[in-house]
């Protein structure tokens, strides 16, 4: 346990001499609604949680449900990327116009909001945990089913604004196989634990490799260990996703919305039992 700063507003410890107890969550704006909110967390980036968020958002939409995502990934957005969106988020006297994607879900990310998404984020770590904030406070999101965050790497000081600021319904954890040692998944689920929010369950991606020729699941990185990870905390296996370049295409040519197959049904039946 970091040493108390006898600031509760920052803390998520629930420990005796809590004055405040739990961290005011934020209200939404009086524009929205959101129903169901869902982080997608790793335990370092590069993992595909941005591409988990966004086939999630797609799966859903497909669906027929009111779709939003937020970018909580500040410094490192690619929501734009990935859904193929180079333009501009507006604003009016309510508050600011989220940014609407081909087959209509709702999105926000720091990339909309920089003159040039180039420009890179070089921002204290007060005023990050600000904008996350203000996505979810200042954004007009509007009737939304479900709200997928993708969250920033790591347990850091904005997955904790994310944790304590919003009224997060639970989280799913993306791995791949070489980084899916019980240490990372670990610490993301005891981070879920100490913020009282349940863990969905756990999504591995780039899991093996198919042979074109003859259909053989090559395991790159050796036999897969996540069922045995999932079965060690107890959390359901939603997804294993293989290495496909049609995925890394969908992404670079900000084309997800058409990526094929069912990779993320499981899963989304997970967060529609919520
Ligand atoms: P993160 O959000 O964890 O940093 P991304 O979702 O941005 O990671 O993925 C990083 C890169 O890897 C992207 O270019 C994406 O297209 C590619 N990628 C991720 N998962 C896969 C996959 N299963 N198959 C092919 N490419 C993938």
Redesign the pocket.
Same mark, same amino acid.
């Given at each position: 346990m970091a040493e108390c700063t006898h600031d509760c507003s920052t803390c998520g410890e629930n420990c005796a001499e809590r004055t405040s107890g739990a961290p005011a969550k934020k209200p939404q704006n009086q524009y929205s609604n959101i129903k169901k909110v869902i982080g997608i967390v !790793?335990g370092k980036?590069? *993992? $595909?949680? !941005? /591409? *988990?968020t966004s086939m999630l958002a797609v799966t859903a939409r497909r669906k027929g449900y009111s779709t939003a995502v937020m970018d909580a %990934?500040i410094t $490192?957005p !690619?929501i734009g990327r990935t859904f193929g969106i180079h333009t501009k988020a507006m604003g009016n006297s309510k508050g600011i116009i989220p940014v609407i994607s081909r087959t209509g879900i709702k999105l926000m990310s720091t990339n909309f909001l920089l003159p040039e998404e180039t420009d890179p984020v070089t921002w204290r770590g007060s005023i990050i945990s600000g904008a996350v904030e203000q996505f979810w406070t200042d954004v007009l999101w509007e009737d939304v089913d479900y709200m997928f965050i %993708?969250m920033p790497?790591g347990t850091g000081d904005v997955a904790l604004t994310v944790y304590q600021s919003l009224p997060v319904d639970g989280i799913i954890i *993306?791995a791949s196989p070489q980084d899916l040692v019980a240490m990372i998944v670990e610490k993301a689920v005891k981070m879920a634990n100490m913020m009282n929010v349940p863990v969905i369950g756990l999504v591995e991606?780039?899991s093996y490799v198919e042979c074109p020729d003859c259909g053989r699941k090559i395991y790159l990185f050796g036999e897969s260990k996540v069922g045995a990870t999932a079965k060690k905390y107890n959390l359901p296996l939603l997804a294993e996703?293989?290495? %496909? !370049?049609k /995925?890394?295409k969908n992404? %670079?040519d900000g084309l997800i919305e058409i990526f094929e197959g069912d990779y993320m049904d499981k899963a989304f039946r997970a967060v529609e039992k919520l």
């Open positions: !790793s980036g590069g *993992v $595909g949680k !941005s /591409l *988990v %990934d $490192g !690619s %993708d790497p *993306v991606n780039m996703i293989p290495i %496909d !370049s /995925l890394t992404c %670079d």
